[in-house]
C-alpha cells in the first residue's frame, strides 16, 4: 500500500481548482452535465451508485465553521473563522470572499455566514485565527461592478465610498467544494474562483443586460492597515500589476510586502484608477500611502462579457509573480485549473479512508461523520503554505532575496501554539515530506533572525499567545519520523537561543525563567501559563537533544521541564499563580487574571490549565492527591465540554490549553472514560452546519484535534510521537502516508456508538494492555486491531498500562543563583534580577566544589558541606519543590541544610528517609538573605553586594545559612533526603543538605 499519491514538486506548475457537487447545506444550483467537468459527472455517478459512501473530496463542506454563534461567550469566538473560497493543498493562494453586514461583528475581518453583502474577492486568506476584524490576509479584492461609468470614472470614489461597491449576495446562490467557490451576487454577476498554489483563477459572467461590465482592482483593500501600495495597468497586454505593504494578523505593527501580476482573455475596453481622492480615468499608474482602500484601479470590458482573470502572486517581486501565473496556469482554461485542484484534493484527502462506524444503515448519519471528518482534514492541508516562487526565491526573514534548497519547500504560517498540539504531528503522519520540509524552514527562520518565533510567520504578526512553542512541534515532527533536515543546526540554535541570559529568546520574561524556572504573577502576560508552556517546551528539546546524541543538553534540559513544579501548589494542590513571597492562594481558579487585572492562564481558566503537564502527568495526579482526588476533580472538568474562560469549573476543548485534558483518564486507568468524553465532543460540539465548529480552527489546530479524535489515537506527550490510546470512531481507517511507503491501519471491528469501548489492543499482531504505543509505530506505521464491546472492560486499567510520564530533572538543582560581578545577567536568585557574586563566594570561600564546616558557637558539628560545582550560567540551589536528594547510605547522626530564603524567611518541613522505608520529618527554616541569621541559622558564607541583571553591583551584606543539626536515629541508614513541598512565606533555596557521621563507638540500640 505505498503510495506516491501526493507530490508537491517544488518549482512546476502548481495544483488547481475545483468541485461541482452540491453542499448539503445550501440550496441546489445544478449544472448541466455538459457544463461539468469529466471528474465531476464521474464523481456524481460514483455518489448515484453508492449513495451512502461519499468520497473524501466530495465529503468537504467549506461552509462549516463560517458562522458566529452569538449564543456562546467563551472567550475567543464561537467561530471557526473559516473561508469558503479556493484554495490548493498548502497553496500560497486562497481565493475567496470576504463578507460585511450591518451592526456589530459586521466586518469580521474574514468570511461571516450570516452577512449580507461580499466586500470582495481577495486572494490571499489565514484560516481560523482570531483577532476579531484583523485577521490579516484579504489582499487586492476584486469586485465586478455593472453600473455606468459617467466619463469613464468611476461613479463613486472607492477611498471615500468603498461600501458603494459591496456586492448583496444570497447563499441560494452560492456553493463551494476544495479548489472551487461560486456565487451569483445581486448585481446578477457570477463569480467563480478556483486555484493553483501561486495563482488564483477568476471567472466574472456579466449580465447582458447591465449597464457595464466592470472589475475593481481594490490594491489598498487588505482586511488590516495600509503602509503602501501601488498599480500598474497595461490595458494594451490586458495586464495589471501591483503592489501592497499591510498589516499582519491582530494589526499590531507588523508588516509584510505582496505583489501581483493579473491578465485578462477579454480586451480591456476602459481603465482608470484611483489613488488617495482621485479617481482618473485613462490612467494607468497609481501609488498610494497609508489610506485604506486608497489606491485601485478598474477595467471595463463589453457588457455581457465572461471574463477569466489569472492573477499569480508572490511575496518576492511582481516579476515573479508573472512567472508563477505563467508557469503555473498559462492559458489553461478556468475549467481545467479547477479540475486540476479537485484531483489535488482527491489525492490529498485520500491520505486517510474511513470505513464502517456506524454501519451502512446509519445512512445519512455516517455520511454526517464522513463530512465532519473530511472537513476537518481539509482545514489541516491548508496551512502551513509554500512560500517560495516557482523559480526558488522567496524573501528571507532577513529581507533578503534568497533561493529554497532544490527538491524543497518553503513553508511559513504556523501558529506554534496551534501547531504543536497536534497539527504538525498530523502532517508528520500523513505527509512527512511535508513535515521535514516545514521542519527545515524553522530551520532557516531561526538561522535568518537568530530566533525562535511563536505566532504564524512572515505574512502574519508573531502573534504572543503563551510561549515560543514552534520548538515542541518541530521535536514531535522528528519523532514521527520527518529527520531529512538540519536536525544539528537545529538542536544547536535552540541550545543557544534558550540559554541564559535569554536575549535572543523570543519567551517573554525568559531571563526570569532561564534563572529560576518560574515567572512571578506580577509579571501578568499569562505568567503562570508560561510557565507551563515553557516547561513543554524544555522537555520537547531535551528529547531531541537525547535522540541527537546530546545527554548533557538532554539532562540540563530535563531539569527546566519540571518547572511546572514552581507553580504547583501543594497546600491547594492545584497548579497556582505565585508571587515572589508565596503562592496566590486567593486566586480564584475559575478566572483567566487575578484581582488586578494581570492575565495569568492564556485564553483558559486556572481549572482548564491545571490538568497541562502533558510530559508528567503521573507525577502531576499523584501531586494532586492519587488517581481518586484526580478522577473527581477530572469529571467535574468534564461536566461540561466546552464551558469558556469566564468564571468557569468545566472545560474548554475548543480551545488549546484543554485539547489534552480528555486523555488524562488514561493515566487514572480509566481510557474507556477518555473515549465516553471524546464522544460526546464529537457529537456534542462539531456538526455539519456553518456553526459547526465550536471555536476558531486556528489554522487548522481544532480540526487537527477533531481528526485525532476519529482516528482513537492522539499525540499527547507533545514533543514525542507517543501514542495515548481511546477507541477509534470507525470499522476500519487507514491513513496512506503521502510520497512514503509507511502505512497505517487502524482495525475496529463493530465500532459504533454503541460498542464504543476497547477491550482489547493488538499492536502488529501483538496483544497488549497498555493504553499507549510508543513512537516506533508512529515512525513505522503498522497495524492496530481493537476488539470492542457495549461496556468498559479492564484493558488499560492496570498500574503498568497507564502511558509513561517523563520524571527526569524533577530532583535537580533548578535556581542560578551565582553569578560573575559584571554578569548578573547568567542569574538570578530572588526574581528582583539580584544574584550572588562568584567572586564574594570565592573570597570567602566558596569555590565550586568547596568543603563548608559548619560550626555552631565554635563547635564543631561533624557537618561539612559541599559547594555546588556548577558552572557559570548552570542550576546551583534548588528552589524547593519536594525534590529528592539521594545521600550515600550510612548512619548519620544529625542533619542540616545550607541554604537562604528570598523574600523570607521561608519554613517548611523535609524528610529523611531510611532505607528501611520510614520516613522522619524535619522542620527547615531559612533565613532571608539580606538579614542576620535567625535563631536556629547560622552564618556560613558572607559577602560584601550582590550582583544585578543589568550589569552593576548592590551594596550591602548577603549570607548563606546552615540550619541547627537535628538528630536522627542513629541505628537507621539514611537513604535521602526530601526537600520542602512547600513553605510559608517567600522562597526557600538549599545549596547543599549534608549529615554528621555516627560518632565511632557509639553504642547501637
Given at each position: 500500500?505505498?503510495?506516491s ?32 467537468p ?30 458566529l ?9 464561537a ?108 448585481n ?25 461590465a ?116 498559462r ?15 482527491r489525492?490529498?484527502?485520500g ?16 455520511d454526517a461523520?464522513r ?65 521535514e ?83 512571578e ?29 546530546d545527554n ?5 534540559l530535563m ?82 465540554l ?69 482516528l ?59 493504553s ?23 484493558w ?111 519554613r ?82 538549599v ?15
Amino acid at each position: 500500500m505505498s503510495s506516491s499519491r501526493w507530490r508537491p514538486a517544488p518549482h512546476r506548475a502548481a495544483l488547481a481548482a475545483g468541485v461541482v457537487t452540491l453542499l448539503a447545506l445550501t440550496p441546489a444550483v445544478t449544472l448541466s452535465a455538459a457544463a461539468q467537468p469529466a471528474a465531476e459527472q464521474a464523481s456524481a455517478q460514483q455518489a448515484t451508485a453508492h449513495p451512502r459512501e461519499l468520497s473524501p473530496v466530495d465529503a468537504v463542506d467549506p461552509f462549516i465553521g463560517t458562522e458566529l454563534d452569538t449564543t456562546e461567550n467563551k472567550s475567543n469566538d464561537a467561530y471557526g473563522n473559516t473561508f469558503p473560497g479556493a484554495t490548493a493543498p498548502f497553496g500560497l493562494v486562497q481565493s475567496s470572499p470576504t463578507t460585511y453586514r450591518e451592526g456589530s461583528n459586521g466586518e469580521k475581518g474574514g468570511y461571516e455566514y450570516t452577512a449580507d453583502r461580499i466586500r470582495g474577492f481577495g486572494m490571499t486568506r489565514i484560516s481560523g485565527t482570531g483577532c476579531t476584524g484583523n485577521y490579516g490576509g484579504f489582499d487586492f479584492p476584486v469586485l465586478p461592478f455593472t453600473g455606468a461609468l459617467p466619463e469613464g470614472a468611476l461613479p463613486t470614489d472607492p477611498a471615500a465610498n468603498i461600501r458603494d461597491y459591496y456586492l448583496p449576495f444570497s447563499h441560494d446562490d452560492e456553493r463551494a467544494k476544495p479548489g472551487f467557490y461560486e456565487v451569483t451576487t445581486g448585481n446578477d454577476v457570477t463569480t467563480q474562483l478556483t486555484a493553483t498554489e501561486r495563482t488564483a483563477v477568476s471567472r466574472f459572467e456579466f449580465p447582458r443586460d447591465a449597464d457595464g461590465a466592470t472589475l475593481l482592482l481594490d490594491v489598498a483593500g487588505s482586511n488590516n492597515s495600509i503602509r503602501a501600495s501601488e498599480v500598474t495597468v497595461d490595458a494594451e497586454r490586458r495586464t495589471v500589476t501591483g503592489t501592497v505593504t499591510a498589516g499582519a494578523v491582530c494589526n499590531q505593527g507588523t508588516f509584510y510586502t505582496v505583489h501581483f501580476s493579473a491578465t485578462f482573455d477579454q480586451p480591456i475596453r476602459s481603465h482608470g484608477v484611483w489613488d488617495d481622492g482621485r479617481v482618473t480615468p485613462g490612467q494607468d499608474h497609481a501609488v498610494g500611502t497609508d489610506t485604506k482602500h486608497g489606491t485601485g484601479a478598474y477595467l471595463g470590458f463589453e457588457p455581457g462579457s465572461t471574463v477569466t482573470a489569472r492573477i499569480g502572486l508572490s511575496y518576492t517581486s511582481v516579476e515573479n509573480a508573472a512567472l508563477n501565473r505563467v508557469t503555473e496556469v498559462r492559458h489553461k482554461s478556468f475549467d481545467a485549473v479547477r479540475v486540476g485542484a479537485r484531483n489535488a484534493w482527491r489525492d490529498a484527502l485520500g491520505t486517510i479512508d474511513v470505513s464502517g462506524g456506524d454501519g451502512p444503515d446509519a445512512g445519512s448519519d455516517t455520511d454526517a461523520e464522513r463530512t465532519k471528518l473530511y472537513t476537518a482534514l481539509y482545514h489541516v492541508l491548508q496551512q502551513p503554505n509554500v512560500f517560495e516562487d516557482v523559480n526558488g526565491q522567496y524573501v528571507g526573514y532577513d529581507g533578503e532575496v534568497r533561493r529554497v534548497e532544490k527538491g524543497r519547500h518553503l513553508y511559513v504560517n504556523f501558529a506554534g501554539w496551534d501547531f504543536y498540539r497536534g497539527h504538525a504531528q498530523l502532517l508528520a503522519m500523513t505527509f512527512p515530506k511535508v513535515a521535514e520540509d516545514i521542519a527545515q524552514s524553522l530551520v532557516l527562520m531561526a538561522q535568518q533572525t537568530g530566533t525562535w518565533y511563536d505566532g504564524p510567520t512572515y505574512n502574519l504578526v508573531q502573534a504572543r499567545m503563551a510561549a515560543d512553542s514552534l520548538p515542541i512541534a518541530l521535536a514531535a515532527m522528528d519523532d514521527f519520523g520527518a529527520k531529512a533536515y538540519d536536525r544539528e543546526a537545529a538542536l544547536a540554535s535552540l541550545l543557544e537561543t534558550q540559554s541564559l541570559p535569554g536575549d535572543t529568546s523570543t519567551r517573554p520574561d525568559a531571563y526570569q525563567y532561564l534563572a529560576t524556572g518560574m515567572i512571578e504573577n506580577r509579571k501578568g502576560g499569562f505568567a503562570t501559563a508560561r510557565v507551563l508552556e515553557y516547561s513543554i517546551e524544555d522537555f520537547a528539546i531535551a528529547q531531541l537533544a537525547e535522540r541527537l546524541g546530546d545527554n548533557k543538553a538532554h539532562d540540563a534540559l530535563m531539569v527546566r521541564a519540571q518547572s511546572w513544579q514552581n507553580v504547583f501548589d501543594p497546600v491547594t494542590r492545584h497548579i497556582r499563580p505565585r508571587e515572589r513571597t508565596g503562592f496566590d492562594r486567593s486566586f480564584d481558579l475559575r478566572v483567566r487574571d487575578d484581582a488586578a487585572g494581570r492575565g495569568q492562564f492564556n485564553q483558559s481558566t486556572g481549572y482548564q490549565y491545571g490538568w497541562m503537564v502533558p510530559h508528567n502527568v503521573g507525577t502531576l495526579v499523584t501531586k494532586r492527591g492519587g488517581a481518586e482526588a484526580a478522577e473527581q476533580a477530572l469529571d467535574v472538568l468534564m461536566e461540561d465540554l466546552d464551558a469558556g474562560a469566564y468564571t468557569q469549573t468545566g472545560n474548554y476543548l475548543s480551545n488549546e490549553p484543554s485539547f489534552s485534558s480528555p486523555w488524562v483518564y488514561n493515566w487514572l486507568g480509566k481510557p474507556h472514560k477518555t473515549t465516553d468524553v471524546l464522544h460526546r465532543a464529537v457529537d456534542e460540539l462539531y456538526d455539519t452546519t456553518p456553526t459547526g465548529l465550536p471555536g476558531n480552527d486556528d489554522q487548522g489546530g481544532l480540526s487537527a484535534w477533531y481528526v485525532w479524535a476519529n482516528l482513537g489515537i492522539y499525540p499527547v506527550v507533545y514533543g514525542t510521537a507517543d501514542l495515548v490510546v481511546s477507541a477509534p470512531l470507525w470499522e476500519r481507517i487507514t491513513i496512506d502516508a503521502a510520497d512514503s511507503r509507511r502505512d497505517y491501519e487502524i482495525v475496529a471491528p463493530g465500532a459504533s456508538s454503541e460498542r464504543r469501548y476497547t477491550t482489547g489492543l493488538r499492536v502488529n499482531g501483538r496483544a497488549q494492555s497498555a493504553s499507549w504505543i510508543d513512537s516506533s509505530f508512529a515512525r513505522t506505521g503498522g497495524t492496530l486491531r481493537f476488539s470492542m464491546s457495549t461496556t468498559a472492560g479492564t484493558w488499560g486499567a492496570g498500574a503498568d498500562d497507564v502511558p509513561p510520564s517523563y520524571t527526569e530533572g524533577m530532583d535537580g538543582r533548578n535556581n542560578v543563583g551565582t553569578t560573575h560581578d559584571g554578569r548578573g545577567n547568567l542569574g538570578s536568585i530572588d526574581l528582583s534580577d539580584w544574584s550572588l557574586s562568584r567572586e564574594g563566594l570565592a573570597a570567602a570561600g566558596a569555590t565550586p566544589g568547596a568543603r563548608l564546616p559548619l560550626r555552631v558557637d565554635g563547635a564543631d558539628t561533624g557537618v561539612a558541606f559541599t559547594w555546588p560545582d556548577a558552572g557559570v550560567g548552570e542550576p546551583d540551589n534548588w528552589i524547593v519543590a519536594g525534590q529528592r536528594i539521594d545521600l550515600e547510605d550510612a548512619p548519620a547522626a544529625a542533619v542540616s541544610f545550607l541554604g537562604l530564603a528570598t523574600n523570607g524567611p521561608a519554613r517548611g518541613t523535609a524528610y529523611v528517609e531510611y532505607t528501611d522505608g520510614t520516613r522522619q520529618p524535619v522542620e527547615v527554616e531559612l533565613t532571608d538573605w539580606a538579614a542576620g541569621p535567625s535563631a536556629g541559622n547560622t552564618t556560613v558564607v558572607e559577602v560584601a553586594g550582590r550582583n544585578n541583571r543589568n550589569g552593576t553591583s548592590g551594596t550591602g551584606t548577603f549570607r548563606v545559612f546552615a540550619t541547627r543539626p537535628v538528630a536522627l536515629d542513629p541505628d537507621k541508614t539514611v537513604d535521602a533526603v526530601v526537600l520542602p513541598a512547600s513553605t510559608d512565606h517567600g522562597i526557600m533555596h538549599v545549596f547543599d543538605v549534608a549529615t554528621a557521621p555516627v560518632p565511632a563507638g557509639t553504642p547501637a540500640g
